[in-house]
């Protein structure tokens, strides 16, 4: 296991050291130069649609709307990431890996754009919904099925067995920290609700994280919002640390920086997933009228993880004035943070928190690899045995280390985002052109703008859904 975790951690200092780090950081601000800054000057415009509701299709086929194709991207979205990954990211890389988190989100928000818009433009008519994603615009997009197959391997692994590895680990810890429930017993139980739920299908799904995702996190940001007002007097203080500890001498010179950005970009990803490639399999499942809707929408997402949900776990932290000096990691730090803000409730409140949210991603992640696996094959012993093992996965991560997990997370999650980046980049163009027949119609007075494969000529043959 000691071997295991050595190999997986070289791995990770070359992946995200190096290759990842450019590709993110190129592809966003390349992104978001090129959509002329979309994510936003169109912010208005992603709040209002919203509200869009769906539409009842003709055949009986039951689409979902685009409200509830963001609360199932969100249920995956805010989970660990925002408890257990901010807190690693401030005890390993210090409190400027806040910023970078921030910047990422800004940014990567335009990643999230292109990728969701792209998934709606190639979507194809499944049995009971729409489907789509990476692996699809790879495919009928690029003509390269072979990188479909790679992809929709690599989302199956990453989400499907690593991410929820991560989940259930942080689960299990936040329950034994409060609770003293022992991690195979806590285990057991989220599995058997995991398999319960996932063999409902993406409508129990998408009801499932529609209705518990606002709930979990309204709640979190309120309390977060009450310890902020609690501790005004400190903000500013605390906004200073996060600035100057990702550009101060004194950080550079203890090569801290690096630590800094290198852990906030990577754990920024794992919590917003901007450019990795998941949030379009449930983006093209939604019945809109334009595919430019729910590329605006599933950025949206981005800001809503990590502006509002992931400052929230950082300004707690900060607040506290909890050591960071490594004697605390992950979603402990966060509980004995809040344990030092609201008392002894701080912790249970942490414990049934990350239940919700862990568990809401939980779901969410099995249906990106449900998709993918159909893009692959269509026997449904297949998929049967997929939904086992995954099941295995989530009693698998209770048990293990939080190193070995994570780490194991990281590496999967690199791979899959190289291969979604390369596609988005070159597909990219036929994302803004269909902004721009948005922005047009929506110019002209139209208040819901409509697409047509015939809008756009050199869309015609690839829009099989339109």
């Not at 119609?441 to 494969?453: A, D, H, I, W």
Request: hydrophobic share 50%.
């Amino acid at each position: 296991m000691e071997l295991l975790n050595e190999v997986i951690g070289a791995i990770n200092e070359v992946l995200w050291s190096y290759i990842l780090i450019i590709m993110l950081l190129g592809c966003a601000i390349w992104f978001t130069v090129r959509g002329k800054f979309v994510q936003f000057r169109m912010i208005g415009e992603m709040v209002r649609l919203l509200g869009d509701s769906t539409q009842k299709a003709a055949g009986g086929e039951k689409h979902i709307s685009s409200f509830q194709a963001f609360a199932v991207s969100l249920a995956s979205r805010v989970g660990t990431g925002n408890l257990a990954g901010v807190a690693t990211a401030v005890a390993v890389g210090g409190p400027g890996a806040v910023f970078w988190m921030w910047l990422i989100a800004l940014l990567g928000s335009s990643s999230a754009f292109v990728e969701s818009t792209l998934a709606q433009l190639y979507k194809v008519k499944g049995k009971d919904s729409f489907i789509g994603g990476p692996a699809y615009y790879m495919e009928r997009g690029l003509g390269w099925r072979w990188m479909g197959v790679l992809f929709a391997v690599l989302i199956s692994i990453t989400f499907g067995f690593a991410f929820n590895s991560v989940q259930s680990n942080t689960i299990c810890a936040a329950w034994e920290n409060s609770f003293g429930i022992d991690h195979q017993w806590m285990g057991l139980g989220i599995t058997a609700l995991t398999l319960l739920t996932i063999f409902g299908g993406i409508q129990r799904i998408a009801r499932v994280s529609s209705i518990v995702v606002p709930i979990m996190a309204l709640g979190y940001i309120a309390l977060a919002l009450g310890i902020v007002l609690f501790n005004i007097t400190e903000l500013p203080g605390v906004i200073r640390t996060i600035v100057s500890s990702a550009f101060g001498w004194e950080q550079a010179l203890g090569g801290t920086v690096g630590a800094a950005l290198m852990q906030g970009i990577k754990r920024g990803l794992f919590s917003n997933e901007a450019g990795m490639g998941s949030a379009p399999n449930v983006a093209a499942t939604a019945h809109v009228t334009h595919p430019v809707k729910q590329g605006l929408i599933q950025a949206l997402g981005v800001f809503s993880d990590t502006l509002i949900i992931c400052t929230c776990t950082a300004f707690i932290i900060l607040f506290s004035g909890v050591p960071l000096d490594g004697s605390l990691n992950g979603v402990q730090l966060t509980q004995e943070a809040l344990s030092s803000e609201v008392g002894s409730a701080g912790g249970i409140f942490v414990a049934m928190a990350i239940l919700l949210f862990a568990f809401s991603s939980i779901i969410g992640n099995y249906y990106y690899g449900e998709a993918n696996i159909r893009f692959i094959t269509a026997r449904p012993s297949v998929l049967l045995v997929y939904r086992l093992l995954v099941g295995g996965m989530v009693l698998f991560g209770a048990l293990a280390s939080l190193d070995l997990v994570w780490s194991l997370a990281d590496v999967t999650m690199g791979l899959m985002t190289i291969c979604n980046l390369i596609a988005i980049a070159l597909l990219s163009k036929q994302a803004f052109l269909l902004l721009q027949d948005y922005v047009q119609q929506k110019r002209s007075g139209t208040k819901s703008p409509l697409f047509t494969r015939d809008r756009i000529p050199a869309l015609k043959d690839k829009a099989e859904c339109w």
